[in-house]
């Protein structure tokens, strides 16, 4: 999964630190056990030498081995702070909501995830976004807990009853980014899946409009009917 928001660009790196360490520790045991088995083989039938390092040698390791646990917690925290921070919206972004990110709300319900745009728009399963432009997403739900979890773009994140809890992201390339749901939150979790919609500012703009038109319309629609079978 290519990460494409700035916090996810930071925790892949730390993923990839993390993965060169891992191999590093693995390559040096086993070379300094082959290194030290054939360096000290006796010949067939005779008794091998028992050999013993010395203060010197141990005190060095052992240091060695300090400084490259304290390196990588360093890096930890580093990379992690860095993947907190909420990044501005870019140049090629929606600039209309100037410093501040584009607030939007996803609920969860069992088992669908729907979106409200500023605009009052709304939309179920796909959402849409400006690229280059910063994202807050509010999660809320109308239920049991569901897992907001769109990995190229963000961590995943729990939609709390009673609470609100933030995604934040900036996606830095027009694309649909899929997410899955990663927690059980009833029978039918397995099909609440999501998808965000990266386009132009033009687009996401054009978008909202016509989502809010259309919604207009339909509800216009319902009250006619309403009120047409009653005078019946
Ligand atoms: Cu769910």
Redesign the pocket.
Known sequence: MAPHSPGTDQIDTLLWIGFVAATLVVVAIVGGLLFAARKYRAARGDEPRQVQGSRRVQTRVGALLGVFAATLFVLGIVFTERAREVPATGPAGLQATGAEPLKITAT?Q??LWRYDYPNQAFSYYKLVVPVDTTVELDLVTTDVI?TWDVPALAGKRDAVPGKTNEVVFRADEEGVYKGQ?A?F?GQA?TA?RTEVQVVSPEQYERFVRSQKVDIEAAQDRVVELIEGGETR
Request: charged share 0%; glycine share 12%.
């Open positions: 969860g069992q088992w569901h749901s927690t939150s979790y609440m």
